[in-house]
């Protein structure tokens, strides 16, 4: 492959005065720690939208999204204890 | 090379210019459409055996000159392609033409049904069923065993796991026992941050853009660098099916079972018990130095996903003292397995240390 161009030179090192210290930032505790907090607090906001939503389809007595979740969380259960049965009644023959 | 007045000179590189101009208008247009995508895993197989998602694949090859075979056991956390990536760029392709009778474990797409799984479920139900049917396709008392990454820990507990495992030959590329030294890649699990249930979805599993999301911030602004790469060679049709290839690859992450992402990141992340040289596996404890076989710990030297660090306590851990050998190689978690530095160095190095410790066959047969 022929030497690299002038502006491609310039666009990598550009991209590495950037990406350096961002790849440092975030290899730090206090990045570690904030994303942390930042999933844990995203995820409670969102539970916390859906509680409402579901209060408000219960009182309509409509299915809410947690309830078809929970219902999808059984069924996987199920499927996956059938599965086994079926796995220990095979090894048996 | 500087540029040069002769007319003849000229006229070729207007030419070559002008018909690079078209090649880039053309692969750009198909690169933004997303036609023409290379294809990918090419090397000619067939199906020896299934269970769920799990698949063992066995690679055509008419001339097995090699054997014990060998079976490569890949990581969970990506897709298997990557040792398959193209023609010319494929592990697979290379220990085949080589002479061996190479077989690979696929662990499909996780979904539902494959919460449950936990380390048990793959060292002690998954691996030994493999092992059994690449012994039943090949006539062979015994294997070669190689475990990529994830791929590595699994093949290192069922070669420590079983005194009768039929391993001659045990290699482990980028393989993580000492996940103290893992960095970034854990940090988020470490006690005190995430709980392993905290990234679990509602189908069990840790989704497969969490995992992407944390591949991807190890370098988030590297993508500008390719693509402008990408632009300076869009006229070169390999460079482009190359990147599109890759590309893919590093996209198409799959979802990770929950019971075994709880459990690594209770047991190997916060516990970091694989260098106690011994570790619970269901109802058993698996010491390390059992292990079956000749050890080839593989590591790649700029590997920021498993960092050399994390790999060498196999040295002092895996099998038989007197039987392990250590291969450092050129590159980073992925390109020291595909790309032009695993063609020069990888495959040939790692192909010479299995024909090394296999046995020439009588006469090439047919497979």
């Known amino acids: 492959m022929s030497a690299k161009p002038l502006w491609l030179r310039a666009v990598i090192r550009l991209e590495r005065a950037v990406g350096e210290p961002v790849e440092a930032a975030v290899r730090t505790d206090t990045y570690f720690d904030l994303m942390s907090k930042a999933t844990r607090t995203t995820a409670s906001a969102k539970r916390k939208v859906a509680g409402t939503s579901t209060r408000a389809l219960h009182l309509l007595n409509l299915p809410a999204g947690t309830d078809v979740k929970r219902m999808r969380e059984q069924l996987s259960r199920m499927e996956r204890r059938i599965n086994q049965l079926s796995e220990r009644v095979e090894e048996l023959d | ?41 090419a090397t000619p197989k067939e199906v020896v055996w299934k269970r769920g998602k799990a698949e063992l694949w066995r690679y055509r090859n008419d001339a097995v000159r090699f054997g014990p075979p060998v079976l490569i056991v890949h990581s969970l956390v990506s897709r298997s392609y990557i040792l398959d990536l193209r023609p010319g760029n494929s592990l697979i392709e290379y220990l085949t033409n080589a002479g061996l009778d190479v077989f690979l474990l696929d662990w499909g797409v996780a979904d539902e049904l494959d919460a449950d799984n936990d380390l048990a479920r793959y060292v002690d139900f998954y691996i ?177 996903v498993v960092p050399p660090a994390a790999v060498e306590p196999v040295m002092n851990l895996i099998g038989d003292p007197a039987r392990r050998e250590e291969l450092r190689l050129p590159g980073g978690h992925v390109t020291f397995g595909t790309g032009r530095s695993a063609v020069k160095h990888t495959m040939p190095r790692l192909t010479g240390w299995i024909i090394e410790h296999s046995d020439e066959l009588p006469a090439a047969k047919e497979s």
């Open chain 2, 1 to 41: 090379m500087p540029p040069t007045l002769n007319p003849i000179d000229l006229v070729s590189r207007i030419n070559r210019d002008v018909e690079r101009s078209l090649l880039r208008a053309r692969n750009g247009v198909r690169y933004v459409r997303g036609t023409h995508a290379p294809q990918v895993g």
């Open chain 2, 128 to 304: 030994p069923r493999a092992v059994a049917a690449v012994k039943r396709e090949s006539g062979a008392d015994e294997i070669t065993l190689v475990g990529y990454c994830l791929g590595g820990v699994l093949t290192a507990l069922y070669a420590a796991g079983y005194e009768a495992a039929p391993v001659r030959n045990l290699i482990l590329m980028a393989t993580p026992i000492d996940f103290d030294q893992m960095g970034a890649m854990v940090a988020f699990l470490r006690e005190g941050r995430l709980n392993a249930e905290e990234l679990v979805d509602d189908t069990g599993n840790v989704p497969a853009d969490v995992l992407y999301s944390g591949f991807y911030m190890q370098a988030p602004t590297t993508e500008i660098a390719q693509k402008a790469t990408l632009l300076d060679n869009l006229w070169n049709d390999e460079f482009v099916e190359g990147f599109q290839a890759m590309g893919q690859w590093s996209r198409d992450h799959v979802p990770f079972p929950g019971a075994l992402f709880r459990e690594l990141v209770e047991e190997l992340v916060r516990k970091n018990v694989l260098m106690t040289g011994a570790i619970r596996v269901g109802e058993r404890k698996i010491e390390l130095a059992n292990a079956r076989g000749n050890v080839l710990n593989a590591m790649a030297e700029r590997d920021n």
